[in-house]
C-alpha cells in the first residue's frame, strides 16, 4: 500500500494528528530560524501527543487531543510493563520520549536554573529525536520501512517561504531577478512533497513545458538538485537544492 503524506496518520483523531504534526512543524520553523529556546520547548508538546498516540495504540481508542499524564516520564516507564506485541510502541518510542523530555526539562529550557543554556547542539538533539518520534508513529501506524516513514514526515514539513505569494493553488516568486532555476527551487521548497511540473511551469509563467524541461528541470535533476521523474511529470526536491533554496531565502 502507497501511504501519501496527506493519508499519514489519517487513522488518529483530527485534533491529535494537528497537536503532533503543529508540535513538530514548529520545532522545525524555530530550529531553521535559529531560535534554540523555543525549538526545544516544543518538544514537550511533541512528547505529550506523542505520548497520548501510543498509550491510545495499547488502549485501543485515542483521545481526541493530545493530554501531559500527572508523571510523563513515570507514565512513559509504565509502558515498558504493558502487555503488547511491537517494542516500538512499549519500549523504543517511551524512551526516547524520556530521553526529550530531560532535554526540555533540565537543559535550561523549561526553567530558570538549569545545567546549560539553550544551544545549537541541545536544539540539533530535539530536532532529529522529535523527527524519529514521528518517523516511528508513521512506521508503526501505517506499517512502512523506516526510510519511507522518513520521507513522509519531511513531506510533512510546512515551510513558510516570505518570497513565495500564494492564492488558493496559483504561486508567484516575488523577488526579481532570480533565474529560472532558482525561482524554481524557492517554489519547491515551499511545498510539502512532490510538485507536479504541470504547477511549476503555470506558477513560474513559462507555458512550454519542452523547452522548462531542457533549460531548467534536466539540468537540475543532473546537478542532483531535484529528482524528476519525466513519465509521471513529478519532481522532487533532493538535500542539495534544499540548501541552495534556503540560502535563496
Avoid at 498516540?53 to 508523571?71: E, F, L, T
Avoid at 538533539?125 to 524519529?132: C, G
Avoid at 504547477?199 to 513560474?204: Q, T, V
Avoid at 512550454?208 to 531535484?226: E, G, S, T
Amino acid at each position: 500500500m502507497t501511504v501519501t503524506p496527506s493519508d499519514a496518520l489519517t487513522s488518529l483523531p483530527p485534533g491529535l494528528r494537528k497537536d503532533l504534526i503543529d508540535a513538530y512543524n514548529q520545532i522545525v520553523k524555530n530550529y531553521r530560524e535559529r531560535r534554540w529556546e523555543p525549538a526545544e520547548l516544543n518538544g514537550g508538546k511533541l512528547c505529550e501527543a506523542a505520548y497520548t498516540i501510543i498509550r491510545g495504540r495499547v488502549d485501543g481508542s485515542y483521545a481526541p487531543r493530545s493530554s501531559k499524564p500527572r508523571d510523563l516520564l513515570q507514565a512513559c516507564r509504565d509502558m515498558e510493563q504493558v502487555s503488547w506485541s511491537e517494542r516500538s510502541v512499549k519500549i523504543q518510542i517511551p524512551r526516547m520520549i524520556t530521553a526529550l523530555y530531560e532535554i526540555r526539562n533540565n537543559r535550561g529550557v523549561g526553567h530558570a536554573g538549569g545545567d546549560v543554556d539553550p544551544n545549537a547542539m541541545d536544539a540539533t538533539a530535539v530536532l532529529y529525536m522529535s523527527k524519529w518520534i514521528l518517523a516511528e508513529i508513521v512506521r508503526v501506524l501505517h506499517t512502512l520501512s523506516t526510510d519511507d516513514a522518513t520521507d513522509i514526515v519531511d513531506a510533512l514539513v510546512e515551510r513558510e517561504v516570505a518570497l513565495v505569494w500564494s492564492s488558493g493553488d496559483l504561486k508567484r516568486v516575488l523577488k526579481p531577478g532570480l533565474t529560472l532555476k532558482q525561482q524554481m527551487l524557492v517554489l519547491l521548497v515551499s511545498e510539502p512533497g512532490d510538485v507536479k511540473e504541470a504547477d511549476l511551469i503555470k506558477w513560474m509563467e513559462r507555458p512550454n513545458l519542452a523547452r522548462f524541461r531542457r533549460d531548467v528541470l534536466r539540468p537540475a535533476h543532473k546537478a542532483k538538485l531535484i529528482e524528476h521523474d519525466e513519465k509521471s511529470g513529478l519532481v522532487k526536491l533532493l538535500p542539495p537544492g534544499v540548501e541552495q533554496a534556503e540560502q535563496l531565502l
